[in-house]
């Protein structure tokens, strides 16, 4: 079964940066500050984008263009894009189980 989702990237200043690497995917990714748990959290992940350990994908796309109009600082040349992803669940490898007693 393949389900249908998006993801968020913000760019800067008119960039026209292409997205081709895992390290490119981390610096522009949207991360929506209400997925910390405090600011300093929040502020820790966006200043160590090379160490993210996770990532927003949006199953509602309504919901992932609203978070890529948003920005709270944003100017002129800035703007979001929102990239549609496939993910296929019949393929995926279980990589852990937890206990189940």
Known sequence: ???????????????????DTPNKFKEY???????????????????????LQHFQVYLDYELAKADAEWSPG?????????REIEIDLENLPTIYTSPKD
């Not at 393949?2 to 997205?19: C, E, P, R």
């Not at 991360?31 to 160490?51: G, Q, T």
């Open 1 to 19: 079964m393949k389900i249908k989702a998006y993801i968020v990237l913000k760019f800067l200043d008119y960039d026209q940066t292409k997205i």
């Open 29 to 51: 990714l949207f991360l929506p500050p209400e997925s910390y748990a405090s600011k300093e959290e929040f502020i820790k992940a966006d200043d160590n984008r090379d160490k």
């Open 74 to 82: 944003s100017v002129i040349g800035d703007y979001g894009e929102v």
